[in-house]
């Protein structure tokens, strides 16, 4: 079947029915071949794979050092992930991990199945050992995705840019399985380091039908179901965060930072010339002041990672506005948004939230007094890729008052014409900064149709009460100093032997060594816990998987113990810290 068939018109179904299988049994065999949430052995290594899987540019394949053979075997595909003790893509990445804490466990090594099993090591009768289990996950796999696997012929050239097709089948096979055996895998629940959130799998079936249709939401004639659906979805978020306004909107962003963005130039379109943040909020703020011509932002000084109002108090004046935070990016704690409301409204300033990490909290019952005060705001920023499980990107931006978005009114006659307009065409072009943009909407519609505000909600709340779990045992853990209890569902912890001996240095080691093994991806922040108030560095865990609990963690929480020890005796016995 030829490479270049359309993905719409009457065949585009038929045509993508046959390709999925392939990106997914790609797919299946790289994740199996992977084994653990990220790669191992750091960028070198990963570089190392691309070429050896690939080989330079133009090279005839059977000369490529380590070029791929034709595979019709996914056992084979996986290399030494299935123990023939071959070098496989990556190595053998429970080999790879093995060495971080020198114990053997089994820990998060085999994925999330290995973390809530026994961690009794390799030979787990349970488990029957790291590739054991990522053999199951493969073969079942690659059994949903259907048919056979195609088998691969020699492509005439390597690399991505190759003078000849290898055809849709096979490129799709191979670059998946590159792709996931050489991924971050968010569903893992050792992969915890950023707000980056395993997407559902009702919203990438959405993405798919959305991508091949293709609507273009720069135009209603060129998205004319798609532009309603936006305008339905966004009208609810905007009610959603302003229940009691008379005429509140929204619009789709890419994130936090496009939202930030449009916050402070629709502040500056109101005659705003100075932004003010606290110490906490997101680097996007003082970029966003930069790209729109403002001062640098006045900094608030926070304690607790939240804004204090009484500073607030003393720099605020009618000619400013202010960035409050709801879920900042180190800890997940909330400004104190009351307050702040108020002496915004007693100043005359205006008020702008991020609530990029916490506002999916409105849709909780349970959770959603967190987030009072929001509603006081004059613009919001929400993501529905974090708190809402959508592939990036899925950012929001509401506004109190619907006219304050005219700011972003444009003309251009091919797309808006006032003659077009007038007649009752929808004028897209003022809903976004951006002219040509995907329909991110549909997927996020498509969700919340699926699952209901109330569902949602339910995840937010999943993923909060096991961070709140996590900080317990945490607190419990004899190697393990916890920052304070989350407020949502970041946990920070610190090593013990961190405070007493090897300082910050032993902390950024530790987040390394986990990270080059392939064990887990955490986080770091820098928190001002030190003398005086000086920073130290914190590790932190963003816990975004709605499904795993508190157990699926331990075995992550005594890795992290035994890795700083590891790296504390490393240390001291080498000149050279690794």
Same mark, same amino acid.
């Given at each position: 079947? !030829?490479?270049?068939?359309?993905?719409?018109?009457?065949?585009?179904?038929?045509?993508?029915?046959?390709?999925?299988?392939?990106?997914?049994?790609?797919?299946?065999?790289?994740?199996?071949?992977?084994?653990?949430?990220?790669?191992?052995?750091?960028?070198? @290594?990963?570089?190392?794979?691309?070429?050896?899987?690939?080989?330079?540019?133009?090279?005839?394949?059977?000369?490529?050092?380590?070029?791929?053979?034709?595979?019709?075997?996914?056992?084979?595909?996986?290399?030494?992930?299935?123990?023939?003790?071959?070098?496989?893509?990556?190595?053998?990445?429970?080999?790879?991990?093995?060495?971080?804490?020198?114990?053997? #466990?089994?820990?998060?090594?085999?994925?999330?199945?290995?973390?809530?099993? #026994?961690?009794?090591?390799?030979? #787990?009768?349970? =488990?029957?050992?790291?590739?054991?289990?990522?053999?199951?996950?493969?073969?079942?796999?690659?059994?949903?995705?259907?048919?056979?696997?195609?088998?691969?012929?020699?492509?005439?050239?390597?690399?991505?840019?190759?003078?000849?097709?290898?055809?849709?089948?096979?490129?799709?096979?191979?670059?998946?399985?590159?792709?996931?055996?050489?991924?971050?895998?968010?569903?893992?629940?050792?992969?915890?380091?950023?707000?980056?959130?395993?997407?559902?799998?009702?919203?990438?079936?959405?993405?798919?039908?959305?991508?091949?249709?293709?609507?273009?939401?720069?135009?209603?004639?060129?998205?004319?179901?798609?532009?309603?659906?936006?305008?339905?979805?966004?009208?609810?978020?905007?009610?959603?965060?302003?229940?009691?306004?008379?005429?509140?909107?929204?619009?789709?962003?890419?994130?936090?930072?496009?939202?930030?963005?449009?916050?402070?130039?629709?502040?500056?379109?109101?005659?705003?010339?100075?932004?003010?943040?606290?110490?906490?909020?997101?680097?996007?703020?003082? !970029?966003?002041?930069?790209?729109?011509?403002?001062?640098?932002?006045?900094?608030?000084?926070?304690?607790?990672?939240?804004? =204090?109002?009484?500073?607030?108090?003393?720099?605020?004046?009618?000619?400013?506005?202010?960035?409050?935070?709801?879920?900042?990016?180190?800890?997940?704690?909330?400004?104190?948004?009351?307050?702040?409301?108020?002496?915004?409204?007693?100043?005359?300033?205006?008020?702008?939230?991020?609530?990029?990490?916490?506002?999916?909290?409105?849709?909780?019952?349970?959770?959603?007094?967190?987030?009072?005060?929001?509603?006081?705001?004059?613009?919001?920023?929400?993501?529905?890729?974090?708190?809402?499980?959508?592939?990036?990107?899925?950012?929001?931006?509401?506004?109190?008052?619907?006219?304050?978005?005219?700011?972003?009114?444009?003309? @251009?006659?091919?797309?808006?014409?006032?003659?077009?307009?007038?007649?009752?065409?929808?004028?897209?072009?003022?809903?976004?900064?951006?002219?040509?943009?995907?329909?991110? @909407?549909?997927?996020?519609?498509?969700?919340?149709?699926?699952?209901?505000?109330?569902?949602?909600?339910?995840?937010?709340?999943?993923?909060?009460?096991?961070?709140?779990?996590?900080?317990?045992?945490?607190?419990?853990?004899?190697?393990?100093?916890?920052?304070?209890?989350?407020?949502?569902?970041?946990?920070?912890?610190?090593?013990?032997?961190?405070?007493?001996?090897?300082?910050?240095?032993?902390?950024?080691?530790?987040?390394? @060594?986990?990270?080059?093994?392939?064990?887990?991806?955490?986080?770091?922040?820098?928190?001002?816990?030190?003398?005086?108030?000086?920073?130290?560095?914190?590790?932190?865990?963003?816990?975004?998987?709605?499904?795993?609990?508190?157990?699926?963690?331990?075995?992550?929480?005594?890795?992290?113990?035994?890795?700083?020890?590891?790296?504390?005796?490393?240390?001291?016995?080498?000149?050279?810290?690794?």
């Amino acid at each position: 079947m !030829r490479a270049d068939v359309l993905a719409g018109g009457h065949d585009g179904a038929d045509r993508l029915a046959e390709l999925i299988p392939a990106a997914l049994r790609g797919m299946a065999a790289g994740a199996a071949e992977r084994g653990g949430p990220i790669p191992a052995g750091g960028p070198a @290594a990963v570089a190392a794979a691309l070429m050896a899987e690939h080989g330079e540019p133009g090279t005839p394949a059977a000369a490529a050092p380590g070029g791929a053979e034709p595979l019709d075997d996914p056992a084979a595909a996986r290399g030494s992930a299935v123990g023939d003790g071959s070098a496989g893509l990556l190595g053998d990445p429970a080999a790879a991990r093995g060495p971080a804490v020198g114990d053997g #466990s089994a820990g998060l090594l085999g994925g999330p199945a290995a973390a809530r099993g #026994s961690a009794a090591g390799p030979g #787990s009768a349970e =488990l029957g050992g790291p590739a054991a289990a990522r053999d199951q996950a493969a073969a079942t796999a690659l059994e949903l995705a259907g048919a056979p696997r195609t088998t691969l012929e020699p492509a005439p050239a390597t690399g991505t840019l190759p003078r000849r097709g290898v055809g849709a089948e096979a490129a799709l096979e191979e670059l998946s399985r590159l792709l996931a055996a050489g991924s971050a895998d968010p569903a893992d629940p050792a992969c915890a380091a950023h707000l980056h959130c395993p997407p559902l799998a009702v919203s990438v079936a959405a993405d798919v039908v959305a991508s091949a249709l293709n609507p273009s939401m720069d135009s209603w004639d060129q998205a004319p179901v798609a532009s309603e659906l936006e305008r339905e979805f966004t009208a609810g978020i905007a009610r959603l965060c302003y229940p009691d306004q008379e005429n509140p909107d929204a619009v789709v962003t890419t994130g936090g930072t496009e939202s930030n963005l449009l916050g402070l130039l629709l502040a500056r379109e109101t005659g705003i010339v100075q932004a003010i943040c606290g110490a906490n909020a997101h680097h996007s703020v003082a !970029r966003a002041a930069w790209l729109l011509g403002l001062p640098a932002p006045i900094v608030v000084p926070c304690e607790g990672d939240r804004m =204090l109002p009484a500073a607030l108090a003393e720099v605020v004046t009618p000619h400013t506005v202010v960035v409050a935070t709801a879920g900042t990016t180190n800890t997940g704690t909330l400004d104190p948004l009351p307050e702040i409301a108020e002496i915004c409204r007693r100043a005359g300033a205006r008020l702008h939230v991020d609530a990029a990490y916490g506002g999916t909290a409105l849709c909780s019952e349970a959770l959603k007094a967190k987030l009072a005060g929001l509603e006081l705001a004059d613009s919001v920023a929400l993501d529905l890729h974090k708190f809402g499980w959508q592939p990036v990107a899925a950012g929001l931006f509401a506004a109190r008052e619907a006219a304050d978005l005219a700011a972003l009114t444009v003309r @251009a006659e091919y797309l808006n014409a006032d003659d077009d307009t007038e007649a009752g065409l929808p004028d897209l072009l003022g809903r976004s900064i951006r002219t040509s943009r995907r329909p991110d @909407a549909f997927r996020m519609a498509v969700t919340v149709r699926a699952l209901g505000t109330d569902g949602l909600g339910a995840l937010v709340e999943r993923c909060c009460a096991t961070a709140a779990e996590v900080a317990a045992n945490v607190e419990r853990h004899p190697g393990l100093r916890l920052w304070g209890r989350p407020e949502l569902s970041t946990v920070v912890l610190r090593p013990v032997v961190a405070d007493t001996d090897g300082g910050d240095e032993l902390v950024a080691r530790v987040r390394r @060594a986990l990270l080059e093994a392939g064990t887990a991806v955490i986080g770091r922040a820098t928190l001002p816990t030190g003398p005086g108030g000086a920073g130290r560095l914190w590790l932190k865990l963003t816990l975004l998987h709605p499904h795993a609990t508190a157990a699926d963690y331990r075995p992550l929480l005594d890795r992290i113990a035994a890795t700083a020890g590891a790296e504390l005796v490393a240390g001291r016995e080498s000149p050279v810290a690794s």
